[in-house]
């Protein structure tokens, strides 16, 4: 384990020093983002939501009238892609779509793991979500969380959110997308979808907001940290 200091105020652990990764996995919808996003916030480390990554490579491809399915086309937009991550349009269904095309390219998962791997090992430590952060990107991380929930949950989770955005689209497709990446995400040959042996695991299929990022902060907080410089 790496060396970090523990400065406590108020109800949080606030982290500093150097060295503490935090590594979230999961399937689509299944909440790892939102949870990722709140253990940066509570322990005050840099985050990065590495599907967006792989979103954007799927945008680029489908801005260039390419095919997302195509390892050359996929392979040309990794390999140019822009550092900005806030594009418009990587948060829509077809980005989505687009994303769990192109990250079964060996090829492509190659041109984005160094830039992944240089933000996890950055001084000072890191939160990363995604679908191989405990397995490829970060498997010596300090902590591991894999985040699931019940195709059905998530399937609800992922229509809602596509209904308050204005589109028209009905739940048995969303569930119908949702296994089908769930398949495309944990049959691929080059670093699938699949749970770290260490990792601990966090249903929130029956789990709120808070109830959620409550038990990942409680799963973290067990984790064996070293104490050093107190």
């Known amino acids: 384990m790496g060396d970090y200091r523990f400065v406590r105020s108020g109800p949080g652990a606030q982290v500093a020093g150097t060295g503490m990764i935090i590594a979230v996995d999961g399937p689509a919808a299944s909440g ?31 801005e260039a009238g390419g095919d997302p399915a195509s390892p050359e086309d996929a392979l040309h937009a990794a390999e140019h892609l822009s550092s900005a991550l806030d594009v418009p349009g990587l948060k829509s269904e077809a980005a989505g779509k687009a994303a769990s095309l192109v990250s079964v390219h060996p090829d492509v998962r190659a041109a984005l ?37 019940s195709a059905e949950v998530r399937a609800e989770r992922r229509y809602a959110e596509l209904r308050k955005m204005g589109l028209d689209i009905h739940l048995d497709a969303v569930l119908h997308d949702i296994r089908a990446r769930d398949e495309r995400d944990s049959a691929r040959s080059t670093a699938p979808l699949k749970r770290a042996d260490d990792a601990a695991l966090l249903d929130t299929s029956e789990l709120g907001i808070e109830a959620a990022i409550a038990a990942a902060i409680a799963l973290v907080e067990q984790r064996p940290f070293s104490a050093a410089n107190d």
């Not at 949870?35 to 945008?59: C, E, K, N, S, W």
């Not at 793991?113 to 405990?134: H, P, T, Y």
């Open 32 to 62: 790892k983002g939102t949870i990722a996003r709140a253990l940066a916030a509570h322990y005050d480390l840099p985050h990065l939501d590495t599907g967006l990554l792989y979103r954007a490579v799927g945008m680029a491809v489908l």
């Open 113 to 149: 793991l160094d830039r992944q791997k240089r933000f996890a090992n950055q001084s000072g430590g890191a939160v990363l979500d995604g679908r191989d952060i405990g397995t490829v990107i970060a498997p010596h991380a300090d902590a591991k969380l894999f985040v699931t929930a």
